[in-house]
């Protein structure tokens, strides 16, 4: 693990091998702390390394601190890491701020510009837990190599190249990507940036060992990084979405951002909405004339597509709406982590409107999971709701790079005429509309609609019809957890604990289980993808377990439970169930899961 | 001025079809299409309801038109005159409440065979879905709305609605209405709209002239067609119903300029009985037409490229 990595500095050779690393980046937002993640994180999944980010941004237009982690590691990389191993403080607030995430013998790499020039070079360092500081003038000698103010950009192409020297990261591919990135706006952009650079390259740092990565091992096809955001778009397009209309809104933005600008190439079109209710009412629009539609949106903005989601259900049409949650209730911590829209997602809107809700649990699983949303929108001609989250959306991992030709979805338009004996809303089978244009060879043509209908889609408010089409649309629900696998558990197959978890929480929960495993206790891990339904198989799974804690990113309710812990109470009336909630906007670190689980090991909460 | 020079036949209704490959636009069937053929249901609407007339006149105006019976799509909100799509034998698709227009608008941006028309009432247009109005205009979708106004809430029987005038007594109001009445026309040409008319559902052939040149407008086009509700506002309309001693004035295109927006403007300004025929008309690029342009501009630059090796190409950048 990270915190065993890198010992206190200075005390023996002048260079080791290091496994992985975590480095935290705090400055502000306007200082290019993300690009440097963004070029740390590329340049680890081209060297066969894994690599996880995570980044806060404040909720402002410009301005506020920010930060940036880097873990970048040989090994499995499955979180951003709980603390970091080197930090680097942009400013007095960077380094007051953020110290104490810095672990016990760490470095911390600071600006020491004089304050003459710098108003908020870093003083008063806390000499204590062994933490190595190592002052170094980012701000005046940027200022010297590139010229300018120090109010100028640059100072984190210097910082770039200092980490590049002192971590001995491949210079040539790292410029390479730096090349490209600034190559796109101008010569003088790049020609600066390179000089700060190869300043920051060239500085001699004193008294630091220079490290090593080991050489991860090279795996078969390409391996590349991106975030969750970017994922759920190119899933979309290799689903065949080609139609769908959003309105802005954090952390959901660069989603719909993306296709508007990508769909043309694809021969579609999105449109940004005046508002949410337009927006899902077009995208239903597109799917009633035959096409599989997207839209989505955060938090405030789903709650205001819910009528309009509870007449997909009714209406029985293909939908895929994502919802990158963020904190709430109402507009909440718009630029922080949170998993408190489960249960919108699933119960929201008004009557009994079945909905199939998916997550992603990492950036990888993001274009698979859009594939899949889509295959079951088809499939069960219903809404399909995919939950990411602030995290998600934006940390940049590395992975194997899809098989285009294996998974795309050639989108289609079905106009094969209908016989006379076509019914739209069929009791027996799945509804498949017939998209307008389509020839209605026994002349009666249908109506899709939200009222309580019989198989011809007439208007009934007849008792025993309603009774029937509920059950029908309640019976995809059990179609499709009969067709979906319950998912593999990791780790111990029976014994102490059972932590359960769904979407962006996979890689700290499952750290943690590897933690509690390595303590002693037997210890599994359930990653949830398909929340509702849930996949059939999962009963047994639970039964072998003393304890079955289920972790989450959201508030422990009136009852003492999450979200996802309240409906498996609920769904296997097992007393078992605990959970382990947070609700700080932060991403889980491994400790606080750890001790969570201990504490209601040990009899407690 | 013109309006035929907009005229849009089925034949050259818009060009290129986007992908995914949407059927190019059906030239006119074979088979006639009748009004026979085109009915559905019967009405559910109260007898003597002016909706009856909307509804045949709308029947007429297809029969003349003659477009493919399977690329009419009628599409609703929430209403009495929302239950269009159920009394017509097309594709259609009652909607919620309001939100008709921007369903519409999907249908109509991913598929240009086909012939889009929006039914609804005051309360679904220019109240609960007032602000798609506005935004539908101003993007100039290829659609056709028709808005039968009745100044009342009649399905929820008898509620005071954005167009009833001051001093109406309601449900909601049982000493008068006392906010200001919607001006339908002024609201229309305020948010960009390429076609804007007003019609009564008792005056039919003034109703099929102002459906027809509707329908035929490249754009975003709109009636507003006055339609008694004879349970909860039965008086409403008189002061333009001749038969009831009112006055039916219609705009004489001699005298005004549908591509003059002023002249639109000022005409609008009485609201009732207020002039009847087309206030305002004029070819902009419909929303349509600017996105088909984008993807073929976007086409024309990718060299034969699919849209697979885009998505390929794309993640090799992210290697």
């Given amino acids: 693990m990270s915190s065993t990595t890198i010992e206190s500095a200075g005390s023996s050779t002048p260079s080791r091998t290091l496994r992985n690393a975590v480095i935290r ?11 440097i993640g963004g070029f740390l994180a590329r340049l680890a999944g081209r060297t066969a390394q894994e690599v996880m980010t995570y980044m806060t941004i404040p909720s402002t237009i410009s301005g506020g601190p920010s930060i940036f982690q880097v873990h970048i590691g040989s090994g499995q990389v499955l979180t951003s890491g709980d603390e970091a191993d080197v930090l680097v403080a942009f400013y007095q607030h960077s380094y007051d701020g953020h110290i104490s995430s810095l672990r016990d013998g760490g470095i911390c790499l600071y600006d020491s510009t ?216 109402s507009t909440g911590l718009p630029t922080s982590v949170e998993q408190s829209d489960l249960m919108q997602a699933i119960y929201g809107s008004h009557g009994d409107c079945p909905r199939i809700v998916l997550a992603p649990q990492d950036v990888e699983d993001c274009f698979y999971i859009a594939l899949e949303a889509g295959k079951l929108a088809r499939k069960y001609s219903c809404p399909v709701i995919i939950l990411s989250d602030q995290a998600l959306s934006s940390r940049i991992e590395a992975f194997h790079e899809p098989d285009v030709d294996m998974h795309w979805v050639e989108p289609g338009l079905n106009l094969t005429p209908k016989d006379a004996d076509f019914k739209p809303y069929p009791l027996e089978r799945n509804t498949h509309h017939a998209a307008p244009g389509t020839k209605m060879l026994g002349g009666k043509y ?36 009969a067709e979906i696998h319950a998912p593999k558990v990791h780790g111990d197959q029976e014994g102490d604990v059972l932590l359960v978890g769904w979407g962006s929480t996979y890689g700290p929960i499952r750290e943690s ?93 | 001025m013109s309006t035929e020079s907009n005229v849009l036949t089925a034949a050259s209704a818009d060009a290129a079809a986007p992908a995914p490959a949407a059927p190019a636009p059906a030239a006119p069937v074979a088979d006639k299409l009748t009004k026979k053929a085109l009915t559905a249901d019967h009405p559910t609407w109260c007898p003597g309801c002016g909706d009856f007339a909307v509804l045949n006149i709308f029947y007429r105006v297809l029969e003349k038109l003659q477009y493919p019976h399977e690329n009419i799509v009628c599409v609703a909100g929430i209403g009495c005159s929302s239950r269009f799509p159920y009394f017509m034998n097309t594709h259609g698709i009652h909607f919620i409440h309001g939100r ?51 100044f009342v809430y009649g399905l929820t029987k008898k509620q005071t609605s954005p167009t009833s005038p001051i001093g109406f007594k309601s449900k909601t109001d049982p000493t008068g209405a006392i906010d200001r009445p919607i001006n339908p026309m002024r609201q229309l040409l305020a948010s960009g709209a390429t076609f804007i008319a007003r019609t009564h559902a008792a005056q039919v052939k003034h109703m099929e002239a102002m459906f027809e040149r509707a329908i035929k407008h490249d754009g975003f086009s709109v009636v507003e067609c006055l339609s008694e509700c004879v349970m909860f506002y039965a008086s409403a309309f008189d002061d333009s119903t001749p038969r009831k001693g009112g006055v039916f004035e219609t705009i004489d295109e001699a005298q005004h300029d549908v591509t003059d927006e002023t002249a639109a403007f000022k005409m609008a300004e009485n609201l009732t009985p207020g002039k009847f025929g087309v206030y305002y008309q004029v070819n902009r690029p419909t929303k349509n037409a600017l996105e088909q342009k984008w993807i073929d501009d976007t086409q024309s630059k990718m060299n034969g490229m699919t849209p697979k090796d885009v998505l390929k190409k794309r993640l090799e950048t992210m290697r």
Wanted: neutral net charge.
């Fill in chain 2, 100 to 150: 008709a227009l921007p369903l519409a608008t999907g249908v109509s941006l991913s598929r240009p065979d086909l012939h889009v028309f929006v039914f609804g009432g005051d309360g679904d247009g220019f109240s609960i879905g007032g602000n798609h109005l506005n935004h539908a205009a101003r993007k100039n979708v290829k659609l056709t709305y028709i808005i039968m106004d009745n």
């Fill in chain 1, 114 to 329: 004089p304050t003459s020039m710098e108003r908020d070079a870093v003083v008063n360092l806390k000499h204590e837990r062994g933490i190595k500081h190592i002052g170094i003038p980012f701000t005046s000698a940027t200022v010297e190599a590139v010229g300018g103010s120090p109010r100028d950009r640059g100072k984190n192409m210097f910082v770039m190249g200092l980490i590049c020297a002192v971590f001995n990261l491949d210079r040539e591919k790292l410029v390479g990507i730096i090349a490209r990135q600034f190559g796109k706006k101008d010569e003088q952009v790049l020609r600066n940036a390179m000089l700060a650079f190869d300043a920051g390259y060239a500085y001699q740092v004193g008294d630091l060992d220079k490290f090593f990565f080991e050489h991860g091992e090279a795996e078969a096809g390409h391996r590349i990084s991106t975030d969750g955001n970017q994922m759920l778009t190119l899933g979309l397009l290799a689903a065949g979405v080609r139609y769908g209309a959003a309105y802005p809104i954090t952390p959901w933005s660069t989603i719909m951002e993306t296709l508007r600008t990508e769909l043309p190439k694809y021969g579609g079109i999105y449109v940004q909405a005046e508002d949410e209710l337009a927006a899902v009412s077009l995208t239903i629009g597109a799917a009633f004339a035959g096409h599989l539609a997207v839209t989505g949106s955060s938090g405030p903005g789903l709650s205001l597509k819910m009528e309009a989601l509870s007449y997909a259900s009714m209406a029985e049409l293909p939908l895929i709406v994502i919802n990158v949650q963020r904190g709430g209730p």
């Fill in chain 1, 25 to 35: 980046f705090a400055g502000n937002s306007q200082d290019g702390i993300q690009s």
């Fill in chain 1, 446 to 481: 249908p109506v899709v609609t939200g009222l309580e209908h019989d198989e011809w889609g007439h208007p009934s408010g007849s008792p025993k019809m309603h009774s029937a089409m509920t059950n029908k649309r309640r019976r995809k629900l059990l179609d499709a957890a």
């Fill in chain 1, 513 to 605: 289980t590897d933690r509690l495993r390595a303590e002693g206790y037997k210890a599994g891990h359930l990653h949830l993808r398909h929340i509702h339904p849930l996949p059939d198989g999962i009963q047994p799974v639970l039964n072998h377990y003393k304890h079955i804690i289920v972790v989450e990113m959201n508030d422990y309710g009136a009852y003492g439970y999450g979200q996802l812990a309240m409906l498996l109470r609920a769904r296997f009336c097992n007393p078992a169930i605990r959970s382990v909630c947070k609700t700080d906007g932060l991403a889980f670190r491994i400790k606080d899961i750890v001790t969570g689980v201990e504490k209601h090991l040990a009899g407690g909460a």
